[in-house]
């Protein structure tokens, strides 16, 4: 698994969107990779992410000295990844510790399905882990048909891809 945070300006984020990736149960299961791209930014990311690069060696930050699109540094990350399933976090995302697991296990049983993401839930308040949030805002994602690539983003924050679906369509 590869695991692409983009990042900027979020130092505020970064620190708790990298602790949360690490508990997650696929490590003690799978070759897991975190790769954050530092995309230009002014705040002192690059540096959080070298603090736990000393506990966790399958975490590395590529730093880019301009601005770039969420877009581009997605591609830039899983351009540099090695993963057959590749998910994004967002820094101000939190995850059930076994969130990515179960993802994974869900593509594994379908070997038909290119995605997996499930239902999320809403916090105000900054840096709230998964287990405090008190789940009283859901945000089921919407049910599929093509013209949802059109009118909306369906699937939402935090799916897993297989990388096979890059090499058939492209990034």
């Not at 994602?141 to 909306?152: D, T, V």
Request: net charge negative; hydrophobic share 35%.
């Amino acid at each position: 698994l590869s695991i692409i945070v983009s990042t900027y300006n979020s130092s505020r984020f970064i620190k708790g969107c990298l602790f949360d990736l690490v508990v997650q149960s696929i490590f003690k299961k799978l070759n897991c990779e975190i790769i954050v791209i530092d995309s230009g930014s002014n705040e002192n990311e690059s540096e959080i992410v070298g603090q736990f690069h000393q506990f966790y060696p399958f975490l590395k930050c590529i730093k880019s000295d301009n601005r770039l699109s969420l877009y581009e540094a997605w591609n830039l990350g899983i351009n540099s990844s090695l993963g057959q399933y590749i998910t994004n976090a967002n820094t101000d995302d939190r995850h059930h510790f076994k969130c990515l697991e179960m993802l994974i296990k869900k593509l594994d049983e379908n070997p038909t399905f290119d995605v997996a993401y499930g239902n999320l839930y809403k916090s105000t308040i900054p840096n709230e882990s998964f287990d405090v949030n008190d789940k009283s805002v859901p945000c089921h994602p919407q049910r599929f048909y093509p013209g949802s690539f059109l009118l909306h983003d369906f699937i939402g924050a935090q799916p897993v891809w297989r990388r096979s679906l890059h090499e058939r369509i492209g990034m």
